[in-house]
């Protein structure tokens, strides 16, 4: 078993974060081998931005993907520069209020990424809200493990917040799952 994983989104919307979170889930907090790794536009904030990991039960012998099994996007740059790649049957998660061009003759999952984060209070929880949704919709990893990583990851201040997002993420992924 070996899966790709792109999240993308702008600069400072936190999915390098999320990309690093996924991955130590994968191999701190389960039994899986995982590579991460990013890029982002000179620009950094505001421009598009990618993370990317790998998840397999071997070794990873190429830390890059060469093919995407599932894309979250973030935003409609990152979506219209990352998605070239995809696999036929890849998995697209996006939020339609911040990719509002998404139909692109495939099935998606749409979580409302923002909304969410905005109702708990502060949208720079975005990104983990799309982190639980992921983990929902894409059923690779363990919802617990994932949420371990999270709190690991955040700075404890906000672990709170960031729990609650994740949570809130995972709901809104399993209620796209219904609707597809």
Aim: some cysteine; aromatic content about 8%.
């Amino acid at each position: 078993m070996k899966k790709d994983i792109r999240i993308c989104g702008f600069g400072g919307q936190g999915v390098i974060l999320a990309g690093f979170i996924i991955g130590k889930a994968a191999s701190v907090f389960e039994n899986y081998h995982a590579v991460q790794s990013q890029s982002y536009g000179p620009e950094a904030r505001g421009g598009a931005a990618r993370s990317e990991v790998i998840i397999s039960d071997e070794k990873i012998g190429y830390p890059r993907p060469v093919g995407v099994d599932c894309l979250v996007a973030m935003s409609q740059e990152s979506f219209d520069t990352y998605r070239d790649d995809i696999r036929d049957d890849a998995v697209i998660i996006v939020d339609p209020d911040l990719v509002k061009k998404h139909e692109i003759g495939r099935k998606l999952y749409k979580v409302h990424a923002l909304k969410i984060a905005e109702e708990l209070g502060n949208k720079i929880v975005t990104n983990i809200v799309m982190v639980g949704a992921f983990t929902s919709i894409y059923g690779l990893l363990k919802p617990e493990a994932v949420k371990e990583s999270v709190i690991d990851s955040v700075p404890k201040r906000f672990t709170e917040l960031n729990v609650k997002a994740f949570e809130r993420g995972l709901e809104a992924g399993k209620n796209a799952l219904k609707e597809l």
